[in-house]
């Protein structure tokens, strides 16, 4: 048998994200539930968030990110062999996202295949990507987090509607010679499944937030940390840290324990809301656009959400 060359090394080429026009402030949630703008941020730091029509899918969005990533990547879609989309939305489970996205793209016969790590699932998706460089499996891979949680949502309960929001990041990935993802970090904690969820087919999303809040701000700056250690770097050296997008008192928590004084805090949160498996390819694509990190600079990502599954990487800068 023979076992065929494989690149040394996998690396982000390019990034490309999309948000529904719909802007849906903190006001305009007051008007329909017991809540208010000063609430809203004192809790979860969020002043605004983008909601999808209800004429606009998941893969519809799925599909101008990924179009975008490509567009900027400067690779054909016949160089794309496989699509990778992170999400936990779906309005139907049959077909997966990923095949849908790529015919639309124009993306001739690639593998196609969803993850469902919620929140992690960005993070979850560019490793198994960068593994299947690594192995030979794959050439290019375009990587989506894509989610329209504004379905799942039950628009009268303020613990849970004012947090969620739509959109969509994504990023291609290529052979490297020399290694531009580290190694992943990932785990979960199922013992805390219920503390997140969607019950049923028919459910709305359930999250037990105070459970959720000390979780994360406990659980998860030594997976920040060993992500780094992985990938002999450390914190001192980043230029950015992208957690994801949850909650503007976890990312700040996280962040102090980090240790990493110079880098750039993702916090797009506060425009975008918790956009789950877009929130971390999203924030990145927007912070690189406004010229907030630079090319060839070193970011740590962090995932972590519903499951509970957590994972985090460095990754270079495209």
């Not at 013992?191 to 969820?197: C, F, G, P, R, V």
Request: charged share 20%; hydrophobic share 45%.
């Amino acid at each position: 048998m023979r076992i065929p060359d494989t690149a040394p090394g996998a690396k982000v080429l390019a990034l490309g994200h999309y948000q529904p026009s719909r802007v849906v402030t903190n006001d305009d949630l007051s008007k329909t539930m017991d809540t208010s703008d000063e609430w809203i941020r004192s809790r979860v730091g969020i002043q605004e968030r983008r909601i999808a029509g209800d004429a606009e899918s998941l893969e519809d969005m799925a599909a101008q990110a990924g179009g975008k990533a490509l567009a900027a990547s400067g690779l054909a879609t016949s160089d794309i062999d496989l699509v990778i989309v992170a999400t936990c939305t779906l309005e139907s489970q049959i077909p997966n996202a990923a095949a849908v996205v790529a015919h639309r793209l124009g993306i001739s016969s690639p593998g196609a295949f969803d993850v469902n790590a919620a929140c992690a699932g960005f993070c979850y998706a560019l490793s198994t990507a960068d593994s299947a460089i690594r192995s030979g499996s794959a050439r290019n891979v375009l990587v989506i987090g894509a989610e329209k949680l504004s379905q799942w949502l039950d628009w009268t309960d303020r613990s849970t509607a004012v947090i969620f929001a739509d959109g969509a990041g994504a990023a291609v990935v290529g052979p490297s010679d020399t290694p531009g993802i580290g190694p992943v970090v990932w785990g979960s904690a199922g013992d805390k499944s219920e503390a997140i969820m969607i019950p049923d087919r028919h459910g709305s999303l359930h999250q037990e937030g105070q459970t959720v809040f000390r979780w994360a701000t406990t659980a998860l700056h030594p997976v920040a940390k060993q992500a780094c250690e992985r990938a002999g770097v450390d914190p001192s050296e980043l230029a950015a840290f992208i957690p994801h997008q949850a909650n503007l008192r976890i990312i700040e928590a996280i962040a102090r324990r980090l240790g990493a004084e110079k880098a750039v805090v993702a916090r797009d949160i506060v425009l975008a809301g918790n956009t789950s498996a877009a929130s971390i390819p999203l924030a990145l694509s927007r912070m690189l656009e406004r010229g907030e990190v630079r090319s060839g600079e070193l970011a740590l990502v962090l995932g972590f959400g519903a499951g509970l599954t957590y994972a985090g990487q460095v990754i270079e800068i495209p």
